[in-house]
């Protein structure tokens, strides 16, 4: 793979391919490498380096045999062994959100993972208790995240209006900055009288604004793609249902402290968080499927740097490879 890698880099120089064009050419190929063909070796090797092309590594190594590798990953993400009824709130924490696109998925995601929990315990979780948040997040999708976490998702990501938003925004009559920006900021004001239908929702939105294209825009689609920034943003989440139509509510007003955070430093806890629930047999495209999966900004160097200086792998900037935390990895072995 490395002399694949390496091909692949020089042929996209060679046509004149940018830096970043190359980088992205090179990490294709290095995920050629099918799941198949991974799951036909007979161990993977863990080091904090020299394993894996690009790293300087020490002279320590472990070979890891893959029953190991699936034995970590199982309990890391609450699976074996199960998380008891009281620490339900560690098995959002510990995968990073609950995909929740479907709705009974996540209700079953969360039940396999936490000895005597039921569908309506997290339902209550949600617009009861408001311990858990249901928004859009990672990838663009509905995720169920902790509501104490929820301001960490939203830094890491540290949405901003983009060009392709901005156009987005004006197919639908959103034509200026100050439109779109106004549009964005009315949102969570008006959402702090309450849970809002979206037709509500839309309604007082180009009441506030005085755009009546506002309204056409926010219901030109179910997918909810209009109130998606809102959400990256932290401005939007999902209330309690009336009957079948979904409600949005200020998750600010359910958040009694909203600590900001640094982006970069959010982005890095994530990250972090993503290697120690996957930790050894992470391979070199992972990281990089990583900071497509939380919409990041921030070239992905800059956050494996900022992860090397905290002690959590080295490398030279383009990936990430093989991170093994300190464990007993021969005990997961047994399991």
């Known amino acids: 793979m490395t002399g694949l890698n390496s091909v692949s880099a020089q042929v996209c120089a060679a046509h004149g391919g940018t830096e970043d064009a190359c980088l992205h050419r090179e990490a294709c190929a290095a995920v050629m490498r099918t799941h198949a063909d991974r799951m036909a070796l007979d161990t993977v090797r863990e080091d904090r380096g020299k394993a894996l092309p690009g790293w300087k590594g020490t002279q320590h190594m472990t070979a890891l045999q893959w029953s190991q590798v699936h034995a970590w990953r199982m309990s890391q993400h609450g699976l074996s062994p199960r998380f008891i009824s009281q620490d339900f709130l560690q098995a959002v924490t510990r995968t990073d959100g609950i995909q929740a696109q479907v709705m009974s998925a996540a209700e079953l995601a969360l039940c396999t993972r936490v000895e005597g929990l039921a569908p309506r315990d997290v339902q209550a979780a949600i617009f009861q208790d408001r311990t858990l948040v249901k928004t859009w997040a990672m990838r663009g999708t509905l995720h169920v ?27 639908f009559g959103l034509t200026t900055s100050a439109q779109q920006e106004a549009f964005l ?45 809102a959400a990256y943003r932290g401005d939007l989440c999902f209330g309690p249902g009336q009957g079948k139509t979904a409600t949005f509510m200020n998750p600010r007003a359910w958040i009694e ?9 959010a982005l890095a806890e994530l990250a972090r968080r993503y290697l120690w629930a996957l930790s050894v047999g992470v391979w070199p495209g992972d990281f990089r499927r990583f900071s497509v999966l939380v919409g990041m900004r921030q070239n992905p160097r800059q956050i494996t740097l900022s992860l090397a200086s905290r002690g959590v792998g080295r490398s030279r900037g383009r990936r ?8 007993d990895c021969s005990a997961h072995a047994k399991r």
């Open 145 to 171: 995240l902790t509501a104490s976490e929820f301001p960490l998702y939203v830094a890491a990501r540290d949405w901003q209006l983009t060009t392709s938003w901005s156009n987005y925004f004006a197919a």
């Open 185 to 229: 900021s009315a949102i969570p004001h008006v959402l702090e009288q309450g849970p809002l239908t979206r037709p509500q929702l839309a309604d007082a939105v180009a009441s506030h604004t005085g755009m009546a294209q506002a309204r056409d825009f926010m219901l030109s689609e179910s997918w909810g793609t209009p109130l998606k920034p």
């Open 257 to 265: 402290e909203w600590q900001p955070i640094p982006p970069q430093q």
């Open 320 to 327: 990430v490879a093989s991170l093994c935390p300190a464990c």
